[in-house]
T-cell receptor, first 113, second 109 residues
Framework: DAGITQSPRYKITETGRQVTLMCHQTWSHSYMFWYRQDLGHGLRLIYYSAAADITDKGEVPDGYVVSRSKTENFPLTLESATRSQTSVYFC????????????FGPGTRLTVT | DAKTTQPPSMDCAEGRAANLPCNHSTISGNEYVYWYRQIHSQGPQYIIHGLKNNETNEMASLIITEDRKSSTLILPHATLRDTAVYYCIVRNYGQNFVFGPGTRLSVLP
């Protein structure tokens, strides 16, 4: 199906473990984004990418690593998960010439115990 | 990017117009006003955007004051499915979006 998907949708992991959240879009959008949303807060930008092999930090990048070897995929890795990274993670994408509309995925709910 | 101020919550009766205000008194001349909404547990969804003229689409209308220091999002006939958090964002073209806490709209039967 066309669109933007995230996997897994739910994940429980232990402190110190590495975990990777996947994001895949089928539109060949140039821009992709990772946000986190904590209870009672708006979305905060973690990392974004303007194209394959181009990534940049957002507002809260510490503790996260991203890569983008293919246009359609933008994985987010927590190298050593901490309880403070318990959150809902949203991936988004937009095309380079559509600067107003971002399309968001369904989210991944991550719990670090 | 200019900061926005929105009421934390609002109620609206089903079938009535929902008018969601947003203050952005420090907006600069080339910053647009955008509205997104987030229905419970889902990713945010684009609604509408504008620079200085009023805008309307199939979802909503956006009214921007002449001095551009505030705007109102209007949902003309609110339904229960419009219950969501609504985010007002101002930004320059091409910059990243910054989502604040938004307004939690409850549409009541």
């Amino acid at each position: 199906d066309a669109g933007i998907t995230q996997s897994p949708r739910y994940k429980i992991t232990e402190t110190g473990r590495q975990v990777t959240l996947m994001c895949h879009q089928t539109w060949s959008h140039s821009y992709m984004f990772w946000y986190r949303q904590d209870l009672g807060h708006g979305l905060r930008l973690i990392y974004y990418s303007a194209a394959a092999d181009i990534t940049d930090k957002g507002e809260v990048p510490d503790g996260y690593v991203v890569s983008r070897s293919k246009t359609e995929n933008f994985p987010l890795t927590l190298e050593s998960a901490t309880r403070s990274q318990t959150s809902v993670y949203f991936c988004a994408s937009r095309d380079w010439d559509s600067a107003y509309e971002q399309y968001f995925g369904p989210g991944t709910r991550l719990t670090v115990t | 990017d200019a900061k926005t101020t929105q009421p934390p919550s609002m109620d609206c009766a089903e079938g009535r117009a929902a008018n969601l205000p947003c203050n952005h008194s420090t907006i600069s001349g080339n910053e647009y006003v955008y509205w997104y909404r987030q229905i419970h547990s889902q990713g945010p969804q684009y609604i509408i955007h504008g620079l200085k003229n009023n805008e309307t689409n199939e979802m909503a209308s956006l009214i921007i004051t002449e001095d551009r220091k505030s705007s109102t999002l209007i949902l003309p006939h609110a339904t229960l499915r419009d219950t969501a958090v609504y985010y007002c964002i101002v930004r320059n073209y091409g910059q990243n979006f910054v989502f604040g806490p938004g307004t939690r709209l409850s549409v009541l039967p």
